[in-house]
């Protein structure tokens, strides 16, 4: 678990072809979005255009999340034919696999805050918010029917480890790390901001929590003290948006 995400990529022999196009459609697709939010914000007083940009944006989603899967799948194949030096020792008997990770998330952490400390800069820890934490979010139709995969193991993750990563909040505190629980942001949020069936937000939803990241921040540089983080406001991401 000490191991980047994307290890086994870097120190693999060759990049496969398959994978290589898988990024670059999805790479093309979010470049599309981009440009049609430009052209649907020069339209913006239109209701056709924003329809239109609607209609579009969605399209765009699907294929999004549709080519993530494939991604996803590729790689957990391509996991399985890994060598040691791409997954690294296995864990030694006895250390369960969400204890070590866990460990090591609070430690790096608290290194980072040391770091800050030493080199006079700001670092804030923020707990992402996730769709499989239970009651943390009133779905969209859009979501209850593309985000929601069971047939993964995220929900049995997030179930699991979410609580713990909670209860280490005090040890951060206690060394000084500015941790906030941003997990609930999107309590009271009723419109689409999950992308994909992992984790990923759409522009709404990033739009969202960097308000509420922002609004944090600022509200405890105000208060010279940390503060309890905000809850997402529907209305801040149509002013952001614009």
């Not at 790096?108 to 400390?117: E, K, Y």
């Not at 029917?145 to 929900?155: A, N, P, Q, S, Y």
């Not at 909040?169 to 994909?196: C, I, K, N």
């Amino acid at each position: 678990p000490s191991y980047p995400t994307i290890w086994p990529r870097l120190v693999a022999a060759t990049v496969q072809s398959e994978e290589i196009q898988l990024v670059g459609r999805i790479t093309n697709l979010r470049d599309q979005s981009v440009s049609n939010g430009r052209l649907a914000g020069a339209l913006r007083f239109s209701p056709t255009a924003n329809l239109i940009w609607l209609v579009r944006e969605r399209s765009f989603d699907r294929k999004v999340v549709a080519l993530n899967l494939a991604l996803e799948q590729y790689s957990d194949e391509a996991m399985q034919r890994a060598s040691f030096s791409q997954l690294g020792p296995s864990l030694p008997e006895g250390i369960e696999l969400t204890a070590a990770s866990i460990d090591i998330w609070v430690a790096s952490s608290i290194q980072l805050g040391n770091l800050a400390v030493g080199n006079d800069f700001s670092y804030h820890h923020f707990l992402q918010p996730n769709q499989y934490l239970p009651g943390s979010k009133t779905f969209s139709p859009y979501e209850l029917e593309h985000v929601l995969d069971r047939r993964e193991r995220w929900e049995e993750v997030i179930v699991l480890g979410y609580p713990k990563l909670l209860a280490r909040q005090p040890e951060l505190r206690s060394a000084h790390v500015d941790f906030a629980d941003m997990s609930g942001v999107f309590r009271d949020v009723e419109e689409t901001v999950y992308l994909d069936n992992c984790c990923h937000l759409n522009g709404r939803g990033a739009a969202l929590l960097v308000q509420a990241i922002i609004d944090y921040i600022g509200e405890a540089r105000a208060n010279g003290a940390s503060v309890k983080p905000p809850r997402a406001n529907s209305s801040l991401a149509g002013i952001l948006a614009q």
